[in-house]
């Protein structure tokens, strides 16, 4: 076998029990020190400058040992008191893996006791060195597209037929939350708050991963247990543009400007998340947008939207400092926060008097325009129902990934889907919408236009749909009133803000300590 191979055992033996995992935690650390892609040469991840988690031997690992991943999340995702905390960090500091009576305890064994001797190695470390391998492992499963389950973003399956003799962990979302939701959540919020404040990249990447395939029902739990999750965020993003400023002006390290350009993947991928998931309601997006806190008499964003603003302002520095942000990775970076600053803007408190960035203020009008023509508000409704993973019924929560199953379209126009013959009728006569209002509409400016029937609108069809309307004055009047229509229902799913999350932002908007009770 090889080294990876002797340590994936080695450590599958030792997590056999998730909630009291055998040996020292130096020796955890340094298994999956190993398993995270790293040689006996390199330093300890944590102890170095940021760099994510990105190893060619993941996708292995998820086929051949899935027991000790399962293992990882399982603990990670389990709720511990401060007396269970006090007993795991004891146990974790103090060494008992040879045993006496052993003469020849392996050279692996040997080495991994040598790991990063000047380190004195405890419970931090392991959960942190937990999340960033699990983060790098949930990652390399939505970057191959390799889920076999039923995900909440679109497409993660798509290549699971080339294991289906062997599927590559996790096969179901049960194996990520395996102590139910809500009691999931709240261990891994647990697990989170062991991540320093410069140093949450791996959390929030862990995060992003874990809405893809388990969808937005993490959201609520995760701020309920964890409301300051938004706020960590904006650390990163703060924590970046003020080393970018101390660095003006000098030569910058390539581990500083790699360290960098992760962090803003990260950010950047996690708002393309939040923002892509076919059942986030516009309660998820506010929930990370309206953070605010006083700001010279008044209160300011300081979430997503301020995220974006910042780092838009900052790139052009970053720019200037650094030899691996290239012209078009700085473009890219350019529009892509400007794209999600403009939509967050749309979700900020009318309080916030802030003036944001020109591009995002730009980027907002545009599409503030497109809202007001009605044939673009329909082909957004369209594209949006086209790509829609969840009960189009008003009231009902039901998603792909909570059936484990795909709903049927509406027979009469195709459009919206539901999970229920009852979800069905109750969408049909809804006292404010009314499905049967716009059913047959529907279906005529879907055959007009050539709409494909079943699966997810692109821009190959976006200029045919938009010309056929513009075309026909009959055409153009079924788009205005669908496109009304389609924009209400995305609209119309309203959820309650988790209770902690509420209290830590009335705290946060007082000036007052949020930490304080």
Request: aromatic fraction near 10%.
């Amino acid at each position: 076998m090889s080294r990876l191979d002797d340590v994936a055992v080695l450590f599958t033996s030792c997590m056999k029990d998730p909630v009291r995992p055998k040996g020292c935690a130096r020796l955890l650390c340094g298994c999956l020190h190993v398993l995270d892609g790293q040689s006996e040469d390199t330093r300890f991840a944590l102890l170095e400058r940021y760099n994510m988690p990105n190893y060619e031997d993941y996708e292995y690992i998820r086929r051949t040992y899935s027991e000790y991943l399962s293992a990882c999340a399982a603990f990670l995702s389990l709720p511990l008191s401060t007396q269970d905390e006090e007993e795991l960090n004891s146990s974790l500091r103090t060494c008992t893996c040879f045993r006496r009576d052993e003469r020849n305890p392996g050279e692996l064994l040997l080495w991994l006791h040598t790991f990063e001797t000047a380190h004195e190695f405890a419970l931090d470390d392991f959960i942190q060195a937990l999340i960033r391998h699990l983060a790098g492992i949930l990652n390399n499963a939505v970057k191959t597209k390799t889920v076999p389950g039923v995900a909440a973003l679109r497409g993660l399956k798509r290549y699971r037929k080339k294991y289906a003799a062997n599927p590559p962990w996790p096969v179901d979302k049960s194996q990520l939350i395996p102590h139910g939701i809500e009691q999931s959540m709240k261990g891994y919020a647990e697990a989170f708050r062991w991540c320093p404040l410069d140093r949450f990249h791996d959390g929030l990447l862990l995060v992003d991963k874990l809405l893809a395939i388990c969808g937005r029902s993490v959201i609520a739990h995760l701020l309920q247990f964890l409301p300051e999750f938004p706020i960590r965020i904006t650390g990163l993003s703060n924590a970046l543009c003020q080393e970018c400023e101390a660095t003006r002006g000098t030569t910058v390290d390539f581990g500083v400007e790699r360290s960098w350009m992760c962090t803003l993947v990260i950010i950047v991928d996690f708002c393309r998340t939040l923002l892509t998931l076919g059942e986030t309601t516009s309660t998820d997006i506010s929930l990370f947008v309206r953070v605010a806190a006083p700001y010279k008499g008044t209160n300011r964003s300081i979430g997503l939207l301020f995220v974006c603003d910042t780092i838009l302002n900052h790139l052009p520095l970053i720019r200037e400092s650094t030899t691996l942000f290239t012209e078009f990775y700085f473009n890219e970076f350019a529009m892509t926060f400007a794209r999600f600053g403009a939509i967050f803007y749309s979700y900020n408190s009318p309080e916030d008097t802030t003036v944001y960035h020109d591009a995002i203020l730009l980027l907002h009008e545009e599409l503030a325009d497109d809202y007001e023509d009605s044939s673009k508000a329909a082909w957004e409704g369209f594209v949006w129902i086209s790509a829609i993973r969840r009960c189009c019924a008003p009231e009902c929560p039901e998603t792909f990934v909570t059936a484990q199953r795909t709903f049927a379209r509406c027979a009469g126009c195709g459009v919206p889907r539901y999970c229920s013959r009852e979800c069905q009728k109750l969408a049909w006569k809804h006292a404010v919408f009314p499905h049967k209002d716009v059913c047959t509409k529907l279906r005529v400016l879907k055959e007009r236009t050539n709409l494909p029937k079943d699966r997810v609108l692109t821009q190959n069809e976006h200029m045919p749909f938009i010309d056929a309307c513009n075309a026909d004055d009959e055409l153009a009047a079924l788009a205005q009133e669908c496109g009304r229509h389609l924009r209400n229902m995305m609209k119309a799913r309203k959820e309650s803000v988790p209770e902690a999350f509420e209290a830590f932002q009335a705290k946060l908007a007082k000036g007052a300590d949020p930490a304080t009770k």
